[in-house]
């Protein structure tokens, strides 16, 4: 029997996703499922951050999350109070020590995450001095389950599409599983809950939907976690950053295939691809409507 995850959305929630009429290629009159997207303004100790686009079904992980993978939250942050409130669509945190970003927001650089992602100037100073565990393995067995698991997942990508996925496994099973507009926030959820619940990273495997971009690396990397998965492709970037730290690569995972361009040495090939299927006819739409909307 396997393991409810910890976290994932509820496609069935009416915060989230919105039936509107339309015309569909026919002509013929349609309603469809669309996802939600609200502004969210992030404060620390008292100071503007940014205003992010968002499904806001969880501002609290996001706003951690986003602080830390921008390196304005430390690891060893003590925080006194997050405070959300949804009238007004701001969250605030509140951290002991001092903090003023002023000079650190005038730096900041456009990446290449959809939506809003940004990337400060001097994130890549912690980057350059990270270690990851060299004792995670990825087992191919792992890997297919694991890919099957989370194709098979009941998404608001299903229900209503626009939307990236992102999941926190261990192993052949997904922990947690979080959704956003942007990819970058999806990342930065799984960030801040990681943060929240002291979760360990070092036997930690990390799924995203999207391309593995510099941005992806950096932010995996942050987290500490070894192993970065995606049905998608890669960056040059990228791949750059990975091989540079170690960190272990995978992308264009779709049934039996997959390619590893960065920290190969932590793949386990035990897998006997003879039993090890192909997607599903299902599946493959999927992978259409999500490049589309990845575009």
Request: negative net charge; charged residues 25%; aromatic residues 6%.
């Amino acid at each position: 029997m396997e393991t409810p995850l910890l976290v994932q959305p509820d496609p069935a929630d009416p915060r989230l996703t919105r039936r509107v009429s339309g015309l569909d290629h026919t002509g013929a009159r349609i309603k469809t499922s669309v996802t939600v997207e609200r502004p969210l303004t992030l404060y620390l100790n008292g100071q503007e951050i940014v205003t992010m686009m968002t499904i806001l079904d969880r501002p609290e992980d996001l706003a951690l999350g986003y602080l830390l993978n921008q390196g304005m939250l430390r690891r060893d942050d003590a925080v006194t109070g997050i405070d959300y409130d949804d009238d007004l669509q701001v969250v605030v945190v509140r951290t002991e020590r001092a903090t003023n970003y002023e000079v650190k927001l005038k730096k900041k650089t456009l990446t290449s995450g959809c939506a809003q992602g940004t990337a400060f100037g001097d994130l890549m100073e912690d980057f350059s001095e990270a270690r990851l565990p060299l004792s995670a393995e990825m087992r191919t067995s792992d890997l297919y389950r694991l890919l099957h698991r989370i194709n098979t997942l009941p998404t608001l990508y299903l229900e209503a599409g626009a939307i990236h996925g992102c999941a926190l496994c261990r192993a052949d099973e997904p922990l947690v599983y979080m959704e956003d507009v942007g990819r970058h926030n999806a990342v930065d959820k799984i960030a801040g809950w990681m943060f929240r619940t002291g979760c360990e990273p070092a036997d930690k495997i990390f799924y995203t939907t999207g391309r593995l971009t510099s941005e992806m690396v950096i932010k995996t990397v942050r987290m500490g976690i070894p192993i970065l998965i995606s049905r998608s492709g890669f960056t040059a970037w990228g791949v750059e950053l990975a091989q540079q730290v170690g960190l272990t690569l995978i992308g264009r995972c779709k049934g039996k295939r997959f390619v590893a361009l960065a920290g190969e040495q932590r793949i386990v090939f035990d897998a006997d691809l003879a039993y090890v299927p192909e997607e599903s006819a299902k599946h493959w739409r999927k992978n259409s409507r999500e490049a589309e909307d990845a575009a």
